[in-house]
């Protein structure tokens, strides 16, 4: 899938865009940025701790003292956040810390479609993806809204029901909709005079390892990488640390990281080039997926997906060696065409070629082959 966000026009002249002009330059600004950050998927539903919004926003003021500025930004963002809950734009789950931007997976995956074929490749990286999402109150609704429309195979529970029992479900999005048909925000937590940022920002303890840092096997990991590549990260470097973290909250696995780590070793060792980004900062950024994507089709087309079929490694000798032949032929091409008198080549035995070239260059030296005379150059 595409890795960026499009907004379209309508965001600022729109129903919804008049709405959150109205509350404030504030709420633009967290609006754009539910659209675009580096968290969001396509679908608009994503984990998002509450207290990167003001810090990756710029809502909170350099010029403020430290802690006065980060108790001001977080209640800012939090005070943006309510207005779009408000207007209807998104809904946010305090207790999961997941974001859903209700109209997001029909302006960047539906767009002017009303459903997308079956056999559209994207059906089954939209159905990966929302099985992938960690547990929260939105997965019913969402599958209600956009589960004919996404083709989605299985309904998943929330947390908690959005609705009572008795309230009709959403409308799916290939009929027609309007704000007033998103379903009922989360109400956030009061927000007082004495707010401020809360002391630890991860998630709570009664979630899954999924977002648990002592749940990730950092160490295995890193511990594949340095034997595939002959490496020695260190597993608990923080950088190192945090670029796993974040593929593993996307949804990702030992086995993925596996498959990333053993397809890019069999394709880069023995490319001086190449082999300096067998390292973590690379294979582990925000490439990881497309890396991953193309493990997968090695072992489709009949690899294991660690060396697919079609790439064979050279050493550089072979490269060498390569070359002076890809020379060689263009040489004896060069003088088929310009000397007189000359005999046909074998053209199967490399040999016999070299031995052309060191003849040409000594005059007098005889022939290559029967009749062959390289005596009269050009």
């Given at each position: 899938m595409a890795d960026y966000g499009m907004v379209g026009p309508g965001f600022w002249t729109g129903e919804t865009g008049r709405a959150i002009r109205a509350k404030g330059p504030e709420a633009q600004v967290v609006a754009l940025y539910l659209m675009t950050c580096r968290h969001r998927n396509p679908l608009g539903i994503y984990y998002l701790p509450s207290v990167l919004i003001p810090h990756e926003t710029g809502l909170q003021s350099p010029s403020e003292g430290a802690s006065e500025g980060l108790s001001r930004g977080f209640k800012g963002g939090l005070e943006a956040l309510r207005s779009l809950i408000e207007v209807g734009f998104c809904s946010f789950d305090w207790e999961a810390e997941v974001v859903w931007v209700h109209e997001m997976a029909r302006f960047q995956i539906l767009q002017d479609k009303a459903r997308l074929d079956p056999k559209d490749n994207r059906v089954k990286w939209i159905n990966a993806r929302y099985e992938d999402l960690p547990k929260n109150q939105f997965l019913g609704a969402f599958f209600d809204r956009y589960g004919e429309a996404l083709g989605l195979k299985a309904r998943r529970d929330g947390a908690k029901p959005l609705r009572s029992p008795s309230e009709a479900p959403p409308k799916p999005v290939s009929v027609s909709v309007t704000d007033k048909e998103y379903p009922p925000p989360c109400s956030p937590p009061p927000l007082g005079d004495d707010t401020s940022p809360p002391a630890d920002p991860t998630p709570p303890a009664t979630h899954s390892g999924r977002d648990n840092p002592e749940?990730?096997?950092c160490g295995e990991i890193v511990d594949h990488l340095n034997a595939k590549a002959g490496t020695k990260f260190l597993a608990t470097a923080k950088a190192t640390k945090s670029l796993i973290k974040a593929r593993w909250?996307?949804?990702?696995?030992?086995?993925?990281?596996?498959?990333?780590?053993?397809?890019?070793?069999?394709?880069w060792l023995g490319d001086s080039k190449m082999e300096e980004y067998l390292r973590p900062q690379t294979l582990f950024s925000g490439k990881f997926e497309a890396y991953l994507q193309?493990?997968?089709?090695?072992?489709?087309?009949g690899g294991n997906g660690r060396h697919p079929p079609p790439i064979q490694p050279r050493t550089y000798r072979e490269c060498q060696d390569a070359e002076r032949r890809a020379i060689a032929d263009s040489i004896l091409k060069s003088f088929e065409k310009e000397a007189t008198g000359h005999a046909e080549i074998g053209s199967g035995d490399g040999d016999c070629q070299n031995l052309a070239i060191e003849r040409r260059q000594t005059p007098g030296s005889g022939a290559c082959g029967p009749g062959g005379d390289f005596s009269g150059g050009p």
């Amino acid at each position: 899938m595409a890795d960026y966000g499009m907004v379209g026009p309508g965001f600022w002249t729109g129903e919804t865009g008049r709405a959150i002009r109205a509350k404030g330059p504030e709420a633009q600004v967290v609006a754009l940025y539910l659209m675009t950050c580096r968290h969001r998927n396509p679908l608009g539903i994503y984990y998002l701790p509450s207290v990167l919004i003001p810090h990756e926003t710029g809502l909170q003021s350099p010029s403020e003292g430290a802690s006065e500025g980060l108790s001001r930004g977080f209640k800012g963002g939090l005070e943006a956040l309510r207005s779009l809950i408000e207007v209807g734009f998104c809904s946010f789950d305090w207790e999961a810390e997941v974001v859903w931007v209700h109209e997001m997976a029909r302006f960047q995956i539906l767009q002017d479609k009303a459903r997308l074929d079956p056999k559209d490749n994207r059906v089954k990286w939209i159905n990966a993806r929302y099985e992938d999402l960690p547990k929260n109150q939105f997965l019913g609704a969402f599958f209600d809204r956009y589960g004919e429309a996404l083709g989605l195979k299985a309904r998943r529970d929330g947390a908690k029901p959005l609705r009572s029992p008795s309230e009709a479900p959403p409308k799916p999005v290939s009929v027609s909709v309007t704000d007033k048909e998103y379903p009922p925000p989360c109400s956030p937590p009061p927000l007082g005079d004495d707010t401020s940022p809360p002391a630890d920002p991860t998630p709570p303890a009664t979630h899954s390892g999924r977002d648990n840092p002592e749940a990730i096997p950092c160490g295995e990991i890193v511990d594949h990488l340095n034997a595939k590549a002959g490496t020695k990260f260190l597993a608990t470097a923080k950088a190192t640390k945090s670029l796993i973290k974040a593929r593993w909250r996307e949804g990702h696995r030992l086995e993925d990281f596996k498959a990333v780590i053993d397809h890019r070793a069999g394709i880069w060792l023995g490319d001086s080039k190449m082999e300096e980004y067998l390292r973590p900062q690379t294979l582990f950024s925000g490439k990881f997926e497309a890396y991953l994507q193309a493990a997968r089709r090695g072992r489709a087309a009949g690899g294991n997906g660690r060396h697919p079929p079609p790439i064979q490694p050279r050493t550089y000798r072979e490269c060498q060696d390569a070359e002076r032949r890809a020379i060689a032929d263009s040489i004896l091409k060069s003088f088929e065409k310009e000397a007189t008198g000359h005999a046909e080549i074998g053209s199967g035995d490399g040999d016999c070629q070299n031995l052309a070239i060191e003849r040409r260059q000594t005059p007098g030296s005889g022939a290559c082959g029967p009749g062959g005379d390289f005596s009269g150059g050009p």
